[in-house]
Nanobody, 115 residues
Framework: QIQLVESGGGLVQAGGSLRLSCVAS????????VAWYRQPPGKQRELVVV???????SYTDSVKDRFTIMFDNDPKLVYLQMNSLKPEDTAVYYC?????????WGQGTQVTVSS
């Protein structure tokens, strides 16, 4: 069982930056999938970025060249660096891990981008 806790959300003006953190209760270094999702207000949850165990990283088109998934030396940490934020990036952001056939979600952190 892995618990995930996100932090780092907040209110930022368009064009600004935020770094979200996801702290796991155990190592996620060997996880099959580590990802960030988001759920905009009134919309379905959507994938932002995913990294597979093979090291492949894929971003949704709307965040390419603006967002970066980052891994710390600490195997329990993963970050989402978000630059050049836009109002349409407003959402609750969730950390996601799939490991040994189990799926784990964090509770989410709110990001609000004002125009």
């Amino acid at each position: 069982q892995i618990q995930l806790v996100e932090s780092g959300g907040g209110l930022v003006q368009a064009g600004g930056s935020l770094r979200l953190s996801c702290v796991a209760s155990g190592s996620i270094r060997g996880a099959e999938v580590v990802a960030w999702y988001r759920q905009p207000p009134g919309k379905q949850r959507e994938l932002v970025v995913v990294r597979t165990s093979g090291g492949n990283i894929s971003y949704t088109d709307s965040v390419k060249d603006r967002f970066t998934i980052m891994f710390d030396n600490d195997p329990k940490l993963v970050y989402l660096q978000m630059n050049s934020l836009k109002p349409e990036d407003t959402a609750v952001y969730y950390c996601y891990v799939r490991h040994l056939y189990f799926i784990y979600w964090g509770q989410g952190t709110q990001v609000t981008v004002s125009s």
